[in-house]
């Protein structure tokens, strides 16, 4: 069964930076995309940024230009670095892997900015 470990989140200021990785136990190249969600309180899971196997990434209007996400088949990662970060971005960060529509997802990380 694939399995997808996050690195730990964090506590940063505002305009601050965090990189998020996601160790994927398979080649992450096996995978249609990849990506990270995110969910705050009270709020629905979104999308935050994804990746797909031709390197096609899409990311939400609210973190464009501040997230990048890059996936990486040595060590099989997935990387979301994240830039200028304000206190809405304070979420639990989960990172997904999807394979014709079955998605496998990680434990979450929480992230949190001080403002």
């Known amino acids: 069964q694939v399995q997808l470990v996050e690195s730990e989140g964090g506590l940063v200021q505002a305009g601050g930076s965090l990189r998020l990785t996601c160790t994927v136990s398979?080649?992450?190249?096996?995978?249609?995309?990849a990506g990270w969600y995110r969910q705050a309180p009270g709020k629905q899971r979104e999308l935050v940024a994804s990746?797909?196997?031709?390197?096609?990434?899409n990311y939400a209007d609210s973190v464009k230009g501040r997230f990048f996400i890059a996936r990486d088949m040595a060590p099989n990662t997935v990387a979301l670095q994240m830039l200028n970060l304000k206190a809405e971005d304070t979420a639990v960060y989960y990172c997904?892997?999807?394979?014709?529509?079955?998605?496998?997802w990680g434990q979450g990380t929480q992230v949190t900015v001080s403002s």
């Open positions: 990746i797909n196997v031709g390197d096609r990434t």
């Open positions: 997904y892997c999807n394979r014709l529509g079955s998605f496998v």
């Open positions: 398979e080649n992450i190249f096996n995978f249609n995309d």
